[in-house]
């Protein structure tokens, strides 16, 4: 995104002179790169993640593990990862090339990213469907009027009456009959026919997403300033709006109230541990590829604590926005917070969409705050999905010699995934979507992709080898890598691998507790097909790395790519960023 327009139809020089090989691309400007990146880190877990997971840990108390975290083990791998991606001027893929026994993590990540292609778009998919219905009026989950509502149905209007009663709100009906219509389906194992209105949903945003990353090479750098300034103002105008209605305090003291008991659970360390890769992006190959893209000697410590400082900031914001309307939801309804809020896409397709249909003009305040959402999420999207192309046309750099061998091979990878989406915008669709939340999207691969990060750039790279290279690329010294090198040596990887042993206990203890609801509990054999996922991702990791060793390479662990051949390569380009 962002790149130079007349360098797409530039050839790399081989040795002899010769035009062989498509020239690889680079930012117009380190802005198109700074805000790409906030793109790829800032999206829907800063919206429906973070409020909630502060509201289930202990409010303000959330904040002291979180941070923490961010210190000692977010900014410095995210560093890591933008640092490796601008030395090495190579996607996730070629960039093992200087530790060839680590190529294997290049595969896992293209197998992530092929997974996170499927599975995030369907929540944009999901998005797309309310932004359309926000243009009805009423609104279609504001009222019981509908085809789809039961004779249980009650709506947000008489809430304050019927919200501890056992009849169903008409959002939630909404949710489970019309919008994925879920409640057509008994389980994983009865998906039923396709929900005709998210299918073309999923193919509207896949569409998008097709012609920002092929023919938008020139075009996508100017789009950042819009998908990723804009939502800003929208998640202002929502703090104003929602500051000044009648209960906001409620759902504020409730979001920042600190109840510091809770510090002394272990599962509030992981849940802002995991929050922080997470809402950083980290260990998916998206930010060493971007990164890889930047000038040689770009000061790729600026820019990452740009990223670094604005991702938390962000998150901290977006609570302000949800927590104020959902007090006002509370006050309204007489109950409790705790009582309103769900986390997950129950928080975006749920509770804030009754608290949006009560306000005046609900319209545009629901148009406006899916259209919110929507950009963030589609940052993520188009940028993940970028990676994943260009990383692959780094391995075959034939495919991009021409447009048409672009467009073709861009093509050919979106009609896949469409495809494979299908699945999960069935009747029984989002039964699928769960096992791929919970298994496909795990923690436990990008936290075992980050340890192998970490091993193989400072442990067998060498931590002294990689300070120089880092000094000797940005062109000056600083207390703030110094820092890096302390949690790259021993925080970080003790912080992940701590991470990694409570989350196997808990999947292996608690198999029994993953469900949907409060009554559907996942068959086995689903349970098998996502460690089958898990399992398949990882694998690449140790398997390349036992035949690069059966090779008899042993003695070969690091390339006889040097730190000097990669400044001689950058010197000698004619065209600069």
Same mark, same amino acid.
């Given at each position: 995104?962002?790149?130079?327009?007349?360098?797409?139809?530039?050839?790399?020089?081989?040795?002899?002179?010769?035009?062989?090989?498509?020239?690889?691309? /680079?930012?117009?400007?380190?802005?198109?790169?700074?805000?790409?990146?906030?793109?790829?880190?800032?999206?829907?877990?800063?919206?429906?993640?973070?409020?909630? %997971?502060?509201?289930?840990?202990?409010?303000?108390?959330?904040?002291?593990?979180?941070?923490?975290?961010?210190?000692?083990?977010?900014?410095?791998?995210?560093?890591?990862?933008?640092?490796?991606?601008? $030395?090495?001027?190579?996607?996730?893929?070629?960039?093992?090339?200087?530790?060839?026994?680590?190529?294997?993590?290049?595969?896992?990540? &293209?197998?992530?990213?092929?997974?996170?292609?499927?599975?995030?778009?369907?929540?944009?998919?999901?998005?797309?469907?309310?932004?359309?219905?926000?243009?009805?009026?009423? !609104?279609?989950?504001?009222?019981?009027?509908? @085809?789809?509502?039961?004779?249980?149905?009650?709506?947000?209007?008489?809430?304050?009456?019927?919200?501890?009663?056992?009849?169903?709100?008409?959002?939630?009906?909404?949710?489970?009959?019309?919008?994925?219509? =879920?409640?057509?389906?008994?389980?994983?194992?009865?998906?039923?026919?396709?929900?005709?209105?998210?299918? &073309?949903?999923?193919?509207?945003?896949?569409?998008?997403?097709?012609?920002?990353?092929?023919?938008?090479?020139?075009?996508?750098? /100017?789009?950042?300033?819009?998908?990723?300034?804009?939502?800003?103002?929208?998640?202002?105008? $929502?703090?104003?709006?929602?500051?000044?209605?009648?209960?906001?305090?409620?759902?504020?003291?409730?979001? !920042?109230?600190?109840?510091? @008991?809770?510090?002394?659970?272990?599962?509030?360390?992981?849940?802002?541990?995991?929050?922080?890769?997470?809402?950083?992006?980290?260990?998916?190959? @998206?930010?060493?590829?971007?990164?890889?893209?930047?000038?040689?000697?770009?000061?790729?410590?600026?820019?990452?604590?740009?990223?670094?400082?604005?991702?938390?900031?962000?998150?901290?914001?977006?609570?302000?926005?949800?927590?104020?309307?959902?007090?006002? %939801?509370?006050?309204?309804?007489?109950?409790?917070?705790? /009582?309103?809020?769900?986390?997950?896409?129950?928080?975006?397709?749920?509770?804030?969409?009754?608290?949006?249909?009560?306000?005046?003009?609900?319209?545009?305040?629901?148009?406006?705050?899916?259209?919110?959402?929507?950009?963030?999420? $589609?940052?993520?999207?188009?940028?993940?999905?970028?990676?994943?192309?260009?990383?692959?046309?780094?391995?075959?750099?034939?495919?991009?010699?021409?447009?048409?061998?672009?467009? %073709?091979?861009?093509?050919?990878?979106?009609?896949?995934?469409? &495809?494979?989406?299908?699945?999960?915008?069935?009747?029984?669709?989002?039964?699928?979507?769960?096992?791929?939340?919970?298994?496909?999207? @795990?923690?436990?691969?990008?936290?075992?992709?980050?340890?192998?990060? =970490?091993?193989?750039?400072?442990?067998?790279?060498?931590?002294?080898?990689?300070?120089?290279?880092?000094?000797?690329?940005?062109?000056?010294?600083?207390?703030?890598?110094?820092?890096?090198?302390?949690?790259?040596? $021993?925080?970080?990887? !003790?912080?992940?691998?701590?991470?990694?042993?409570?989350?196997?206990?808990?999947?292996?203890?608690?198999?029994?507790?993953?469900?949907?609801?409060?009554?559907?509990?996942?068959?086995?054999?689903?349970?098998?097909?996502?460690?089958?996922?898990? &399992?398949?991702?990882?694998?690449?990791?140790?398997?390349?790395?036992?035949?690069?060793?059966?090779?008899?390479?042993?003695?070969?662990?690091?390339?006889?790519?040097?730190?000097?051949?990669?400044?001689?390569?950058?010197?000698? /380009?004619?065209?600069?960023?």
């Amino acid at each position: 995104m962002g790149l130079k327009e007349n360098e797409i139809h530039l050839h790399a020089e081989s040795t002899n002179g010769s035009s062989k090989n498509p020239k690889r691309q /680079k930012w117009s400007n380190q802005a198109d790169y700074v805000l790409t990146t906030m793109g790829l880190a800032i999206g829907l877990g800063n919206i429906w993640r973070f409020p909630y %997971l502060c509201f289930k840990n202990g409010g303000g108390a959330f904040f002291v593990p979180y941070f923490i975290f961010v210190v000692t083990c977010g900014a410095p791998l995210y560093f890591l990862e933008t640092s490796f991606g601008q $030395f090495t001027q190579n996607g996730f893929l070629k960039c093992w090339n200087i530790i060839p026994i680590s190529n294997g993590i290049g595969l896992t990540a &293209l197998v992530v990213h092929f997974y996170c292609n499927i599975y995030y778009i369907i929540i944009l998919a999901w998005i797309t469907y309310y932004m359309f219905v926000s243009f009805q009026s009423p !609104l279609p989950f504001s009222t019981c009027d509908n @085809s789809w509502n039961t004779d249980n149905c009650y709506s947000a209007k008489d809430i304050k009456t019927q919200f501890a009663s056992n009849k169903t709100l008409s959002v939630d009906e909404f949710w489970s009959y019309e919008a994925v219509r =879920v409640k057509h389906s008994d389980g994983i194992d009865d998906p039923g026919s396709i929900v005709w209105h998210l299918a &073309l949903s999923l193919l509207v945003v896949w569409i998008a997403t097709y012609f920002i990353v092929f023919k938008g090479i020139k075009y996508a750098g /100017k789009a950042v300033y819009f998908t990723v300034l804009f939502p800003y103002v929208l998640i202002v105008c $929502f703090i104003v709006r929602g500051l000044t209605l009648e209960g906001s305090a409620q759902g504020i003291e409730f979001y !920042l109230k600190p109840d510091l @008991s809770r510090l002394t659970e272990p599962v509030v360390w992981v849940d802002a541990a995991s929050q922080v890769f997470f809402t950083y992006a980290l260990c998916g190959g @998206s930010i060493i590829s971007t990164s890889s893209y930047n000038n040689y000697k770009n000061n790729i410590v600026r820019d990452s604590l740009i990223v670094i400082i604005t991702n938390p900031l962000t998150s901290i914001m977006s609570g302000f926005a949800v927590f104020s309307v959902l007090g006002h %939801l509370a006050y309204s309804a007489g109950v409790p917070v705790d /009582k309103i809020i769900e986390s997950g896409p129950g928080l975006i397709f749920k509770s804030y969409p009754i608290a949006v249909s009560m306000l005046p003009w609900s319209n545009f305040w629901s148009f406006s705050f899916f259209f919110m959402i929507f950009l963030l999420g $589609f940052d993520g999207q188009f940028g993940g999905f970028e990676t994943f192309v260009y990383s692959l046309m780094d391995v075959w750099p034939s495919l991009r010699k021409t447009y048409c061998r672009q467009a %073709l091979f861009t093509l050919l990878i979106v009609v896949t995934e469409f &495809l494979l989406g299908l699945t999960m915008v069935t009747e029984g669709g989002l039964y699928v979507f769960h096992v791929w939340d919970r298994y496909a999207a @795990s923690g436990l691969i990008f936290l075992s992709i980050g340890l192998c990060e =970490v091993i193989s750039i400072i442990y067998i790279y060498g931590i002294g080898q990689y300070k120089k290279d880092i000094e000797q690329m940005i062109g000056f010294q600083s207390y703030i890598i110094t820092w890096f090198n302390f949690c790259w040596t $021993f925080l970080s990887p !003790l912080i992940i691998i701590s991470i990694m042993a409570f989350t196997v206990y808990q999947r292996v203890t608690q198999s029994h507790e993953f469900k949907y609801g409060e009554d559907y509990v996942y068959p086995v054999w689903a349970q098998l097909i996502g460690w089958f996922v898990i &399992l398949f991702a990882l694998i690449w990791i140790p398997l390349y790395a036992c035949y690069f060793l059966l090779k008899g390479r042993i003695t070969a662990v690091t390339s006889d790519i040097s730190t000097n051949d990669i400044i001689r390569k950058e010197e000698n /380009k004619s065209s600069p960023c």
